[in-house]
């Protein structure tokens, strides 16, 4: 049997796409299918699989696999290049529409070139910040501020579900500095201060610590940054399920909410990544805005 593919990414971070509007794969074939079609060796090569496919509660259904065959929530480059898929391959002839992942409906706005995509801007609706949800099994410290979605101190608390910021975690015998954010997947963001560099880190030897920590039910992705000033960060990310990647869209959503709660960023924030930059916007009314490319790669059929 042939399946048609399509490659594309978004910063770098490369998905497999496929048309689940055409293409059968039995659900139950689709985890050792994605390891199959990520292997960069004897596959297509990527950092998981997408199938995009119908949908009643959205104008399509964009359902996630990491490299590992696992599923996975939410992502943000990936849904940017749903959007252009989408719009590309006329299953819309419409620049505003909507994707849903595991539930959760994301609205997208096309920037066309005749048919080209230049960009897609995605809601990607509000953090969450209760500990239990993200989730992790860290607790805030101890007179620690809990924060509202708009980013504002409201209240000085050592309730269960005021938010993780900037609390200490111990992994691999190093302590670390950690706010939690769900964006729909978890995320462990962690700034890097006294002048360290993401681009010096052994990101393979302490990113699988950091992603099966015990505090991490669900495991989690982490990131690591350094502020080159209050509008702009640069980051390098570990993915859960994938290992490191070029680019993290929820990742880069995580860490300009991170930056925000403990005072190290305005709300609007170009994120430099290793594949490119994402420009992130945490508004006062606590929606989440991303703004990045969507390329196609190639196309092609492989024989599974």
Same mark, same amino acid.
């Not at 302490?206 to 039910?217: D, L, M, Q, S, T």
């Given at each position: 049997?042939?399946?048609?593919?399509?490659?594309?990414?978004?910063?770098?971070?490369?998905?497999?796409?496929?048309?689940?509007?055409?293409?059968?794969?039995?659900?139950?074939?689709?985890?050792?299918?994605?390891?199959?079609?990520?292997?960069?060796?004897?596959?297509?090569?990527?950092?998981?699989?997408?199938?995009?496919?119908?949908?009643?509660?959205?104008?399509?259904?964009?359902?996630?696999?990491?490299?590992?065959?696992?599923?996975?929530?939410?992502?943000?480059?990936?849904?940017?290049?749903?959007?252009?898929?989408?719009?590309?391959?006329?299953?819309?002839?419409?620049?505003?529409?909507?994707?849903?992942?595991?539930?959760?409906?994301?609205?997208?706005?096309?920037?066309?070139?005749?048919?080209?995509?230049?960009?897609?801007?995605?809601?990607?609706?509000?953090?969450?910040?209760?500990?239990?949800?993200?989730?992790?099994?860290?607790?805030?410290?101890?007179?620690?501020?809990?924060?509202?979605?708009?980013?504002?101190?409201?209240?000085?608390?050592?309730?269960?579900?005021?938010?993780?910021?900037?609390?200490?975690?111990?992994?691999?015998?190093?302590?670390?500095?950690?706010?939690?954010?769900?964006?729909?997947?978890?995320?462990?963001?962690?700034?890097?201060?006294?002048?360290?560099?993401?681009?010096?880190?052994?990101?393979?030897?302490? %990113?699988?610590?950091?992603?099966?920590?015990?505090?991490?039910?669900?495991?989690?992705?982490?990131?690591?940054?350094?502020?080159?000033?209050?509008?702009?960060?640069?980051?390098?990310?570990?993915?859960?399920?994938?290992?490191?990647?070029?680019?993290?869209?929820?990742?880069?959503?995580?860490?300009?909410?991170?930056?925000?709660?403990?005072?190290?960023?305005?709300?609007?924030?170009?994120?430099?990544?290793?594949? %490119?930059?994402?420009?992130?916007?945490?508004?006062?009314?606590?929606?989440?805005?991303?703004?990045?490319?969507?390329?196609?790669?190639?196309?092609?059929?492989?024989?599974?």
């Amino acid at each position: 049997m042939k399946l048609a593919f399509t490659k594309m990414e978004g910063c770098g971070n490369d998905y497999v796409y496929i048309n689940g509007f055409t293409e059968k794969v039995p659900q139950e074939e689709k985890p050792a299918l994605v390891r199959r079609l990520s292997d960069r060796h004897f596959g297509i090569g990527g950092d998981g699989v997408i199938f995009i496919n119908p949908a009643q509660e959205a104008d399509c259904e964009m359902e996630m696999f990491n490299a590992d065959g696992t599923r996975a929530e939410m992502c943000g480059n990936g849904i940017r290049c749903v959007g252009g898929y989408v719009r590309e391959h006329g299953l819309t002839q419409s620049d505003d529409f909507t994707v849903v992942s595991m539930g959760a409906v994301k609205k997208l706005h096309l920037t066309m070139n005749g048919t080209h995509t230049e960009s897609v801007r995605v809601d990607m609706g509000q953090p969450i910040l209760e500990p239990a949800l993200v989730p992790t099994l860290l607790r805030a410290a101890e007179g620690t501020a809990a924060a509202d979605t708009t980013g504002e101190a409201t209240r000085s608390t050592t309730e269960t579900n005021a938010p993780v910021i900037d609390v200490p975690l111990t992994v691999a015998g190093e302590e670390y500095r950690v706010t939690c954010v769900s964006m729909g997947n978890p995320h462990a963001v962690v700034f890097l201060e006294d002048g360290k560099d993401p681009d010096a880190l052994d990101l393979s030897a302490v %990113g699988p610590f950091f992603e099966n920590h015990e505090v991490f039910p669900r495991r989690t992705n982490t990131e690591f940054v350094k502020v080159l000033s209050p509008s702009h960060v640069k980051m390098r990310v570990w993915e859960r399920g994938t290992g490191e990647t070029l680019a993290c869209g929820t990742g880069c959503c995580a860490i300009a909410v991170a930056g925000v709660l403990s005072g190290r960023t305005e709300r609007k924030v170009q994120v430099d990544v290793l594949g %490119g930059s994402l420009l992130i916007e945490w508004d006062e009314n606590g929606t989440v805005w991303m703004t990045g490319p969507a390329t196609t790669v190639f196309e092609g059929t492989i024989e599974i």
